[in-house]
């Protein structure tokens, strides 16, 4: 998985929040391509590529903290 900044990495802006979708399904690339398969690591990597604030935000989501909640569930 690409680090926050490459040029590889997924990149998602709040001003633009009709590009979510399209930030998930590079997520979702990247997974496929990492073997990445856990939901709890999917879930971390979802607020690594987005700012400060967004990342906040979406970590306090029930959906987010609690382990019983997959991310489908998060990104739902």
């Known amino acids: 998985m690409p680090v926050y900044g490459e040029r590889a990495a997924p990149t998602f802006s709040p001003n633009r929040p009709n590009e979510i979708r399209r930030y998930f399904a590079q997520l979702e690339r990247l997974f ?8 709890a690591i999917k879930k971390s990597y ?31």
Do not use: G, H
């Not at 496929?32 to 939901?39: G, L």
């Not at 903290?65 to 739902?76: E, G, I, P, Q, V």
């Open 32 to 39: 496929t391509r990492s073997n990445i398969t856990t939901d």
């Open 46 to 76: 979802v607020t690594s590529y987005v700012d400060a604030d967004t990342a906040d935000t979406w970590e306090a989501l029930a959906e987010f903290k609690d382990a019983s909640k997959t991310y489908d569930d998060l990104k739902d």
